[in-house]
């Protein structure tokens, strides 16, 4: 079995006016999704980031991948990394990056992205699912969470595609719990995100209070301002959230840097507070880990394989994790079906695993999946691992071929919130951090 | 493909008279043979430690390994890891044990055991060796280094069956030279390992320099006293062989405890004296990592598959050294055939891994081999990853029916170094510690 053909396809994705500290979603959110074919006519597929930056270095990975052996995963990440020794080791945070566009670990997120078609190659090979290839499951129905955004009103999509969605705007706490009961209903989550840094923190500790109200202890809450927050205000609003971030609830980047975590989770603790702080900015990549529980900043490192570097990558991170005595729990973005079986069968695959995971998927609709016969069931707030071999899902490309040409028509190549934020809300808007 | 039958078969090898600080190496090394039949007809092998204690821990395992799909490793990781969990987590060091006798590693290497047969059986199932089932190779020759032992005169064996060997008694610096000349004409090694914790350490430190006399630069020396000796004795042999170790060498185990280690290596660096501290008894599980570091206690972890957990855990392994910044070698006992394609894939597929190997192998025979064909070969130092699938290797039954006689008619079953030496050496021997 070798690798004949390497197709990407990068497509479009509506997507709603979500909003975070780091401004506002665009109405397409951008995806790659990448085809590898094989001699003996397997194709392997995987999803990672879109736009023009990823799909470059996918495209500058061609031709290690195509003439592969698609189990000669070890020599193809001794390339990449090879390449990435070669630049700069400079600040791999992800502070003021979103996901997608650190050029620091742009190895990291090809080799992921070619590393999961592989696995459904070798899955499809062998009849068994993309997690057993890797060494079988911890659990076959891993949990996600219900990942709550402020938004303005629509779904996303732009001029005759423009839609609606079901959620509406939700700028205040009673809105917010509104969303969060529509979306437990449509999907059975068991813990709630809150993705925070956008509204004053009186108002966001106001909407953690009232779902804390409506759901109880039973549900788990986190929030995630994205650094939006000085030392100071994160460790007022660890206060005020004292009981209700508890009983398995975390306090995600409350504030940037290595050093600003420690300092936070040092002062919550003197104050006998221990809600952990979660962390996708301060620790992105294997070297962050050591300094990190060394300097306590971080006691939940949020996983991704799309970015930490594919699923055996994720394996050691959970081994990582152990091992520093650190939760583990995952980071996500918008996505289809294909990275919502990537981080399925990731967390299938993971013995330590102490949180239910993020998941975009709910802001993506029916009307944009590729995946074939429709959007992956979530049920109990789980994504079910099948028998199916890989990933268990195949391509829809008529579907594919319209994400295609939204993404041809569109005006822009890379995810960026400021410029939303300063074309729909205002034109001066700009990231700061600490906002408050 | 489901597990519907485990053999084990205990085997007695014969093993020469060899030196430690542990004692003296009984005329019989034991292992154990581990075979894994499927319900359509492959057989999965493996090799683990000897003797009655590792065999009742692959009985104790027999419910969970017979009636299971062989890829789903991880739940069998945590079933044997829950059943650790209600031991007390003590003392994982092998100051005083040697490995395959610490009953607080028992899961590990019993896990190792079944994990290699499965992957042997996956291989088999897919065609491909084992390395390329769990990732692929970072190297298809993994290098071995000549290891060189104190000896009296013989070759193992008891009674009617007692041997000779080529090396004949080696205890002094001169004939220890020609124990390295004749095993690198041999095997081709290029990097050697003294056992040493036996004669003075003046006696050891003069065989080191006839050693780099005979061999020069080109082939990086290790010596290994099996901590025999104190801090003082450590820095003074480190001072001594300043010149003879560097180039790729390394001191290891020079001293017992982690604090221990660290005190040598601050007072060595103190002079200016960069010999890195290499470990299999500081360091011989994953928590002892973070603190290694932290104490620059251990700069060369010495992995083994064999009680670290697999090959899987070997990978975990060399991910960890890479990102703390640790050297990665590899440990060893004595072995057949089986282990030694074990070490070799799991070498293979490790891409951080520093230095060559360290095996036993040069000190067993064809006579005990039980591989079909006979012994792996070893050549130019390494040994090669064919294209055969699984380990590569098969057993010979007539040859493991004699190992398993053998092992029948042995008074012993357990390895008893000390007792070695005070039967035929010094009644009144002990392992003192340190010694010198």
């Not at 189990?71 to 791999?92: I, N, V, Y």
């Amino acid at each position: 079995m070798i690798i004949s053909e390497m197709r990407l396809h990068p497509v479009a994705v509506a997507d709603g006016p979500l909003r975070s500290s780091y401004g506002r979603h665009a109405p397409y959110a951008l995806r790659t999704i990448v085809e590898l074919k094989t001699t003996d006519g397997l194709t392997g597929i995987s999803e990672t980031y879109g736009g023009e930056g990823p799909l470059a270095a996918l495209e500058g990975a061609r031709g290690l991948i195509v003439g592969r052996d698609p189990f000669q995963l070890t020599d193809l990440w001794m390339s990449l990394a090879a390449r990435a020794e070669q630049e700069s080791r400079g600040d791999r945070s992800q502070t003021m990056l979103v996901p997608g566009e650190n050029p620091l670990d742009v190895h990291t997120r090809t080799f992921a992205a070619l590393e999961v078609a592989c696995l459904d190659l070798i899955g499809k090979a062998v009849g068994k699912p993309l997690c057993d290839v890797v060494g079988g499951r911890a659990r076959s129905k891993p949990p996600f969470s219900a990942y709550l955004f402020y938004k303005h009103g629509g779904g996303g999509g732009m001029g005759a595609d423009a839609r609606e969605d079901e959620y509406g705007e939700c700028l205040d706490a009673k809105s917010m719990v509104r969303q969060a009961r529509q979306m437990i209903a449509k999907y059975g989550f068991e813990e709630i995100k809150l993705k925070g840094g956008v509204l004053d923190p009186d108002e966001e500790i106001e909407t953690i209070r009232q779902l804390r109200d409506e759901f109880g202890e039973k549900y788990p809450l986190r929030i995630d301002p994205n650094c939006a927050w000085s030392v100071e205000t994160s460790v007022r609003v660890g206060r005020e959230l004292k009981e209700e971030l508890s009983g398995g609830g975390y306090l995600e980047d409350p504030t940037a840097t290595m050093e600003g975590m420690a300092e936070v989770r040092r002062r919550l603790l003197a104050e006998g507070i221990d809600t952990p702080l979660a962390s996708n900015v301060a620790t992105t990549c294997f070297e962050h880990l050591p300094v990190a529980r060394q300097l306590d900043a971080v006691q939940i490192v949020l996983s991704d394989p799309h970015y930490w570097g594919g699923i055996r990558a994720q394996q050691h991170l959970s081994k990582f994790a152990e091992v520093l005595r650190l939760g583990l729990s995952m980071h996500s973005n918008n996505h289809l079906g294909v990275s919502m079986m990537i981080m399925a069968h990731a967390s299938a695959a993971c013995p330590h695993l102490s949180y239910a995971c993020d998941t975009h998927y709910p802001w993506q609709t029916e009307q944009d999946e590729v995946v074939l016969g429709g959007r992956v069931p979530i049920v109990n707030g789980c994504v079910e691992i099948t028998d199916k071999p890989g990933l268990g899902v195949e391509l829809d490309y008529d579907q594919l071929a319209r994400g295609e040409e939204r993404y041809r028509t569109l005006p822009y190549r890379k995810r960026d919130d400021e410029a939303e934020m300063q074309k729909h809300v205002d034109p001066n808007w700009k990231r700061i951090l600490p906002r408050w």
